[in-house]
């Protein structure tokens, strides 16, 4: 008969921690597990991790689940895990003591030796005993697959038909199980392939390789990995629509990475349309290529979106602006070119400007002949019309004196489409003409239709050097 003990094995207080040993069952035939209770109590007022480990040579001690192997306890808090303690060898039956150790990461250690009663079995038989050797890469980039291969070997004559083998992991993508026959004494390979989630946070895994025969846990391999940092550039995808010479671009931006990360997404744009995109930064990048930028602070898989118009419009805007301007100028233009210059002629002795020569260019530059011009010119009263010299190549039709000025006066008939004539007179100074003479606009009228116009010329003005 089995007798099932439950009572306390001791209690050992430490400088920051407190252990709890109590036993739940260590009463047990070979192919059974004694079971042991452990509390751990962190007296500190900060986080502490514990490791529980054991090295009993032909013994397995481990915690259940097999999480436990690391505790994280957080201040002044307390955590309960269960130890099973089996026999990987063939022993006779007896009394047999197990240590299990208990290490914080402050140096505080404590070692337990589990007392184990056992029982013999009959009828007697193999303990299940498997050598097992774990290859597969510890640095692990989530983006990849990972390949795992197990070799194991039976140490045995005995027979391991249906043995289980379980991938444990706080990393679900990595749970796996599969079966296999493993004959006396022989040896097999298994193989794995595990596609990890590409956004697994970045830090230090444990693997357990767990071995189950009928239920019962005959081994365990231990495999310490790491997921690695994966920092690539954001993605980026557009979408575009366009209405009526605007165009809208729908840009998205993915951090395809594990971990949170700033970058600037770009979007290349030509010259022409950086010139009609507004509420955007564009600029150069490395490649001396203009883009649109816009920097983005992403968690991994996280999108962020903007939107990039580019009005075409303004290109029709400014041609019709252009054309109306035309149109309006050629509407309004005058059909007749007007231009008044004047040059000395003569000085007396002492540099004083005494007689000047007014040259009037009138051209008409429409495409229709010009009917009924009348061409005056006004002369300033300090200054007369020579009448003893030739007036130019074509005479005035009136001469008329003013107290202000001299108004004189030339009649065309017609001016023909694009004729050119130049109008001549020379004018001879009163008084003493220093410094600047200021000769006022020739007005031109002419017949347009039922309407007469004018034209003006320009103000000359004649500096005595």
């Known amino acids: 008969m089995f007798i099932f003990v439950l009572c306390f094995f001791s209690v ?5 921690s407190t ?3 109590e036993v739940i069952q260590n009463q047990i035939k070979p192919s059974e597990n004694a079971q042991y209770k452990i509390t751990i109590t962190n007296n500190e007022f900060e986080k502490q991790r514990y490791s529980v480990y054991s090295f009993v040579q032909g013994w397995g001690v481990d915690p259940s689940p097999l999480k436990d192997r690391i505790i994280e306890i957080g201040a002044k808090g307390s955590y309960t895990t269960t130890i099973h303690a089996r026999p990987n060898e063939d022993f006779p039956p007896g009394i047999y003591y197990v240590s299990v150790t208990i290490e914080s990461d402050l140096g505080e250690r404590y070692t337990e030796a589990l007392k184990v009663y056992l029982s013999p079995e009959s009828p007697t038989d193999y303990l299940p005993s498997i050598s097992a050797t774990v290859d597969m890469d510890e640095k692990i980039i989530p983006q990849n697959p990972v390949p795992i291969t197990l070799f194991i070997e039976n140490k045995n004559p005995l027979d391991l038909k249906g043995l289980k083998i379980r991938i444990q992991s706080d990393i679900p993508e990595f749970v796996q199980e599969v079966i296999v026959d493993l004959p006396p004494l022989g040896r097999k390979t298994v193989d794995f392939t595990i596609i990890p989630n590409e956004f697994q946070q970045p830090k230090k895994y444990t693997l357990f390789f767990v071995f189950e025969r009928d239920g019962q846990t005959a081994k365990v391999v231990e495999q310490r990995i790491e997921v690695l940092s994966v920092v690539p550039p954001f993605d980026v995808s557009v979408e575009e629509d366009t209405i009526f010479l605007k165009t809208f671009k729908f840009v998205s931006v993915t951090n395809p990475g594990n971990v949170l990360n700033t970058q600037v997404a770009e979007l290349p ?3 022409i349309g950086s010139l009609f995109t507004a509420g955007v930064d564009i600029g150069k990048n490395e490649n001396d290529e203009r883009v649109i930028m816009q920097e983005f602070s992403l968690r991994p898989n996280e999108t962020g979106s903007f939107q990039v118009i580019t009005n075409y419009r303004w290109l029709l805007y400014l041609a019709i602006i252009i054309l109306v301007t035309f149109i309006f100028y050629m509407a309004v233009r005058s059909p007749v070119s007007l231009r008044k210059t004047a040059i000395t002629t003569k000085k007396d002795g002492e540099g004083i ?3 000047i020569k007014v040259t009037i260019e009138v051209k008409n530059t429409s495409s229709k002949a010009i009917k009924d011009v009348h061409i005056t010119d006004f002369v300033p ?3 007369n019309v020579k ?7 074509l005479q005035p039709k009136a001469v008329h004196h003013t107290k202000k000025h001299t ?7 017609e001016l023909d489409v694009h004729e050119h004539r130049l109008i001549t007179y020379k004018i ?3 008084l003493n003409i220093l410094g600047t003479f200021r000769l006022p606009r020739a007005t031109l009228e002419y017949k347009r239709g039922r309407k007469r116009r004018k034209s003006y010329s320009n103000i000359f003005n004649l500096v005595n050097k």
């Open 12 to 16: 050992l207080t430490l400088a920051d």
């Open 19 to 21: 252990i709890n040993a």
């Open 269 to 271: 744009v030509s010259f």
């Open 353 to 355: 400007l005494s007689e």
């Open 381 to 383: 009263a300090i200054a």
């Open 387 to 393: 009448k003893s010299l030739e007036l130019g190549t």
């Open 407 to 413: 108004r004189v006066i030339w009649s065309l008939a």
């Open 428 to 430: 001879k100074a009163k």
